[in-house]
């Protein structure tokens, strides 16, 4: 079950502004173990929304970081979906998620 729902986003972020500051709609965690292994961060975009990742491998050294993306769409809802089936596979795979 993956922690991103519609009730939690922002409404007033629901459209991307051109030219317009990027800004930070949510941030979903995964962790094992009590070790971080996933961050995704969504933001609003010129042109769309991005999701980024920051990856921690969980056989690498504590702190190392893979980043993945930026993943591009055009609406917000195809990011929170995105970030919906991430974290229901995170699930599946014994991970605890977070929403900051």
Do not use: I, N, S
Not at 7 to 28: C, E, F, I, S, V
Not at 44 to 62: M, N
């Amino acid at each position: 079950m993956t922690l991103l729902r519609r009730d939690q986003r922002h409404p007033g972020a629901a459209a991307p502004t051109t030219g317009a500051t990027p800004h930070r709609l949510w941030t979903q965690r995964a962790r094992k173990d009590g070790r971080e292994l996933v961050t995704m961060h969504c933001f609003t975009a010129e042109h769309g929304f991005l999701v980024l990742c920051d990856v921690f491998p969980a056989d690498g050294p504590e702190g190392r970081r893979v980043q993945a993306g930026p993943y591009v769409f055009t609406t917000q809802r195809e990011a929170d979906e995105f970030a919906e089936e991430a974290g229901a596979v995170l699930t599946h795979l014994g991970c605890e998620l977070t929403l900051a």
